[in-house]
């Protein structure tokens, strides 16, 4: 599911106000209309390539982990997604990537799989019991890991994202989603108890483009384009003017837990056999201009502009 938001900023005129009244920040409003008497500029990002993962059915513990990514025993993984800068107004993004990880069969409360026995043609057999999407156990997500890949086919390296050089990104952190107030609410792990229907969520935020926007003369030069191993960002034509970014980046799974205890309470790696994942993409925005993007982690005031989820229909994880 995708969805993108177009936002009104207000021109020139208007944002000299703001900065008067309150300060450098980014002017976004989720009206359609704004009271200035200036031009109005609009963000408006549209997709240029929904959010997907290579391989989803065959995920595997070990896949993409450092030290294994060229093994002929493991499988690659590539999520990826890109967006198109429709709008007026330049702007700085980010993107804000969710992993959640749900169980595929019935666990017992270490986690590992409960059986039934099923007689076939006089021979009895056990069989892992299939429990319906209502009845799937929320796993811990930090067996999980975004990874950025270098090299050529044989000669891989993988690195963390967050430990890519030149690349501002945050430390993957678990948070718990569930409902507060009527609302879809994150907390820490440690406020699980004040949400309802809660699921532990794999959070990642990594700084995104800068797209040039299409008003005036010459403003896609706020475009900084960039080839690298994880984004190709590409400037507006003197036709379109709309610049674009295509993202590439890569989910491994460890080849055992690593959280002790795990937080989601089991010890057994089983539980992860046939699980699905959900990922959810956010990509945020502030206009280019007049505003401060912090260290594209905690600073600034972002806005959501485009939203993607891709989920798989179970993966065929081994275990021991």
């Known amino acids: 599911m995708k969805n993108n938001k177009k936002l009104a900023i ?129 796993l811990d997500p930090s067996i999980f890991h975004l990874y950025v890949k270098t090299g050529t086919e044989g000669n891989y390296t993988n690195t963390k994202i967050e430990e890519v050089e030149g690349l501002k990104t945050s430390n993957p952190i678990i948070l718990v989603k569930g409902m507060k107030d009527g609302k879809v609410a994150y907390v820490p792990v440690a406020d699980k108890d004040t949400v309802t229907d809660g699921k532990l969520v794999l959070r990642y935020i990594i700084e995104g483009a800068t797209l040039g926007g299409t008003f005036g003369d010459g403003e896609d030069a706020d475009t900084v384009v960039v080839d690298n191993d994880y984004v190709k960002v590409t400037a507006g034509t003197d036709a379109s003017k709309k610049a674009s970014a295509e993202y590439r980046y890569f989910l491994g799974m460890d080849s055992a837990q690593t959280t002790n205890p795990s937080l989601d309470g089991m010890v057994k790696n089983d539980k992860y056999q046939g699980s699905h994942l959900t990922i959810d993409l956010t990509v945020q925005a502030m206009q280019f201009r007049n505003t401060d993007a912090g260290d594209y982690v905690n600073g600034g005031d972002w806005q959501t502009v485009y939203t993607d989820t891709f989920t798989t229909g179970g993966t065929k994880t081994v275990t021991d």
């Open 10 to 138: 207000a021109g020139v005129s208007a944002l000299g106000l703001a900065a008067v009244g309150f300060g450098a920040f980014a002017f976004f409003s989720d009206s359609a209309e704004q009271n200035t008497d200036g031009t109005v500029g609009t963000v408006d990002v549209s997709s240029k390539g929904n959010l997907t993962l290579s391989n989803s059915g065959n995920i595997n513990p070990g896949d993409e982990e450092p030290g294994k990514e060229n093994r002929d025993d493991t499988t690659s993984h590539e999520l990826n997604f890109g967006i198109t800068n429709d709008g007026t107004k330049s702007i700085v993004t980010r993107n804000i990537i969710d992993i959640m990880v749900d169980s595929h069969y019935q666990l017992e409360a270490d986690g590992s799989l409960s059986t039934t026995e099923v007689t076939e043609d006089g021979v009895v057999n056990k069989k892992y019991i299939e429990v319906a999407e209502d009845g799937r156990v929320n």
